[in-house]
């Protein structure tokens, strides 16, 4: 996935590194659109409109993706790895330039879930399109996921496990206190971090300032608008999310972070524990849904 993982945990087994790893490769195997073997890469070099078989965990996660897809109204696309490659933010590598207007055109006509068919029943999709499905915006909460199921199975019952910056917290620490995490703020800011207990709760970051390129002094962030084609150009600096479920702390993050400040009105709507940083020095404004705030009190 392009990054580390970390686990703290009480009494571990010996092979629980071991344990973590066949958990992060099979998740890596199954999902990942930078590995041309995996099921993904094999689905989107795939012929249109043939059926491809879903294992259950593909299904979890479309499931959870084509949820909030609907709820942002369309700004979390797990679908638009097209738009991903032509920004520079892909497998295809970096850019320093910008695309022209068509070939943006051009990304946005192959780019969006509307172009694939999801059969749940049949436990099948197909493309109609040649669109480029593209999980990265999710995956990595589910790898959180899908670590911290396995070693619940395994008896193992006070950890925090870590991918990538997105945590999740189960149990407690040996003092009986729950695992306090520090959301830090992001660069040139003067806020002061937000401490949270992650007791049985996930929390997912996004935000504009971690990958990005500069053109004419003007930066774009690897976040994109699938709505428009133009990665976000909103005063939205970071998104944090808490859940239950880490991806979909990691796909609400994304969404909110696309929506922009008045992401925090849909928060609000879907009970969401939100954390939002808008503009940056002396200007940088942090807002909290109410359903973080009453977790905070």
């Known amino acids: ?77 797990p679908a638009a790895g097209v738009l991903a490659d032509l920004w520079g933010f892909g497998p295809t590598g970096p850019r320093d330039d910008l695309p022209s207007a068509y070939a943006i055109g051009e990304a946005r006509a192959m780019a969006g879930a509307a ?29 959180v996921d899908a670590v911290a199921e396995r070693l619940v199975s395994l008896g193992i019952e006070d950890f925090l496990i870590e991918i990538g910056g997105e945590l999740r917290g189960e149990g407690i620490k040996p003092d009986g206190q729950p695992w306090w995490v520090e959301l830090e703020p992001p660069p ?61 702390a990691d796909a609400w993050a994304t969404a909110l972070t696309v929506l922009g400040p008045a992401g925090m009105a849909r928060a609000e709507e879907h009970g969401l524990a939100a954390y939002m940083v808008t503009g940056v020095g002396e200007a940088a404004v942090e807002r909290m849904s109410p359903a973080l705030q009453a977790m905070l009190r």
């Open 1 to 77: 996935m392009g990054t580390t993982w970390r686990l703290v945990v009480v009494n571990p087994p010996e092979d629980v590194r071991e344990t973590v790893n066949a958990v992060l490769m099979r998740v890596v195997a199954e999902f990942s659109h930078w590995e041309s073997g995996s099921r993904v890469g094999r689905f989107n070099r795939g012929m249109l409109g043939h059926w491809h078989p879903l294992s259950p965990e593909a299904i979890r996660v479309l499931d959870a993706a084509f949820a909030v897809h609907a709820a942002s109204d369309g700004a979390f696309d």
């Open 115 to 143: 172009h694939l068919e999801y059969d749940r029943d049949q436990r099948r999709m197909r493309r109609r399109e040649a669109v480029q499905v593209d999980l990265s915006g999710i995956a990595k909460g589910y790898a």
């Open 188 to 248: 040139a800011t003067s806020l002061a971090p937000l401490r949270i207990a992650l007791h049985g709760l996930s929390v997912a970051t996004s935000g504009d300032y971690q990958r990005f390129f500069e053109h004419d002094g003007r930066r774009f962030p690897h976040s994109i608008d699938p709505r428009t084609g133009w990665p976000i150009a909103n005063t939205v600096v970071s998104v944090s999310v808490l859940h239950r479920e880490a991806m979909l």
